[in-house]
């Protein structure tokens, strides 16, 4: 007899998914508020944004590796438009999410940056780069964190609307949906 399908994907795929959205929040967080400091607080800001930056960067290469390497991978919960329009989303989603990460270590290193004082970012090419740099990651952030919030709404729709599970899949603890019978 063969085993039944994966209803949920695998907790290394769960904890790095959940781990993107929790880093995304803080990173935008982060980069709303940095200048909201001045002196040493600011430099402890933007530090941990940078510094977050590069754990969101580390955690995407591990979530694409996992994802050809050993991730489990789940039919799609949907056919037609609906698949398309998934689809669609989780590509923009990723590749928006390379933009701003790509765009962030270009600004720091165009700025030159030094990490809590210990660690300094060496400064690379010409500082006129910096202002359009920051607009464009600032822009990319926006959006990604825009389309994050449609992503979180499109799953909450297929739970409490199309009732179909997709959400659940993503869950790190599954709640059995069904009342066990009573004989």
Known sequence: MADAPAVTYDKTTISLHWASAGLIALLWIGGQTGDWFSGQPKVIAWSMHVTLGFALALVIVWRLVWRRRGGRHLPPANSGALQIIAQSTHHLLYGLLLIVLALGIVNAFVRGFNL?????????????????????????????????????????????????????RMLPARVPTEKPSVH
């Not at 809590?116 to 500082?127: A, I, K, N, Y």
């Not at 992503?151 to 609307?161: G, I, N, R």
């Open 116 to 168: 809590f004082g210990l660690v300094s970012l060496p400064q690379l090419g010409d500082r006129e780069w910096r202002k359009p740099i920051t607009e464009l990651h600032g822009l990319a952030a926006n959006i990604l964190l825009g389309l994050a919030f449609l992503h979180a709404a499109a799953a909450l729709a297929h739970h409490y609307l199309l009732k179909d599970g997709v959400l659940t």
